[in-house]
């Protein structure tokens, strides 16, 4: 959605912060410019870039910081090079290091624009040439300004869930729970995470739970918690096997078949409701 030129790609990356897309104007002009440095290769003033060299080595370091050991075509993923867990780990302390091959984006960019003005000696040319890629940029660029548009002026998401019904439910509640709770950043799987990212379908919980000041076991987080989310879900297994449910919780379950099998189990030793399609649970006082 963020270009009008290669549209309809699969991907197979999660992250997107820091998602960085030259543009097909800037892909054409870096061409243009590897084909000019090539063909002046001998007259370029090397003496006159060596000012440019740290902008060199920082823009490369921050590049070698971004990228993944992940390689993929489309949703192919070629090969998953192993890495040192330090290394992992290091990277790990800058959230969402797709930021840094920005640096060696507008340097590219850069390079195209100074590659054309001081190789192209025909001021008309270069300007043809420039107007012409700007264009291309545009019109390539025009998909992702108006996504971003849309996204920014598009009206606030309507109102999910019935307020009185959840009034009743949550009364002396002190906590949601989810069943199972999951870890939003890591690559987690399965009918249950499906189920709760379809429609982001935990949001309106999470947005009760903060209007009712109730606790939850589940956030959005910018790293990921995957221990804490298996002990948590090693915890709620426990706890319904033992059919000892906490008095004041409401256990919201992804899936059906969880609380049909729930409810066959604890019959009327529980509440059962499915409420604005959530399938819920509580404890009899």
Same mark, same amino acid.
């Given at each position: 959605d963020m270009t009008g030129v290669f549209?309809? #790609?699969?991907?197979?990356a999660f992250e997107r912060e820091g998602f960085n897309y030259l543009g097909s104007g800037v892909i054409i002009g870096l061409v243009i410019a590897v084909a000019l440095l090539a063909v002046n290769?001998?007259?370029?003033?090397? +003496?006159?870039?060596? +000012?440019?060299?740290?902008? @060199?080595v920082l823009s490369v370091f921050f590049y070698l910081n971004s990228i993944s050991n992940q390689v993929a075509v489309g949703r192919r993923e070629i090969v998953d090079i192993p890495l040192p867990s330090f290394l992992l780990e290091v #990277?790990?302390?800058?959230r969402t290091a797709e930021r840094f091959v920005w640096l060696l984006s507008y340097s590219l960019v850069l390079l195209v624009v100074a590659s054309v003005?001081?190789?192209? #000696?025909?001021?008309?040319? =270069?300007?043809a040439i420039l107007g012409v890629l700007l264009a291309i940029q545009i019109v390539d660029s025009s998909a992702g300004i108006a996504e971003s548009r849309r996204a920014l002026h598009q009206q606030? %998401?309507?109102?999910? @869930?019935s307020e009185e019904s959840w009034e009743r439910v949550v009364a002396g509640r002190s906590e949601i729970v989810f069943v199972p709770t999951f870890?939003?950043?890591?690559? %987690?799987d399965g009918p249950e995470v499906e189920s709760w990212l379809e429609n982001s379908r935990f949001f309106p919980l999470l947005?009760? =739970? =903060?209007r009712k000041d109730l606790a939850t076991n589940f956030s959005v987080t910018g790293r990921p918690v995957t221990g804490l989310v298996e002990a948590e879900n090693m915890r709620l297994d426990r706890e319904l096997e033992s059919g000892k449910l906490h008095k004041t919780s409401i256990f919201v379950f992804a899936i059906r078949e969880s609380w049909d099998e729930m409810r066959t189990r604890l019959g009327d030793k529980a509440h059962f409701e499915i409420l604005?399609?959530?399938f819920i649970m509580y404890s009899k006082p």
């Open positions: 549209t309809n #790609r699969p991907f197979i290769f001998r007259r370029i003033p090397w +003496s006159k870039l060596s +000012s440019f060299v740290p902008l @060199l #990277r790990q302390i800058f003005v001081y190789w192209v #000696r025909s001021i008309r040319i =270069a300007t606030s %998401s309507v109102k999910t @869930l870890d939003f950043i890591s690559d %987690s947005k009760l =739970a =903060a604005d399609g959530y």
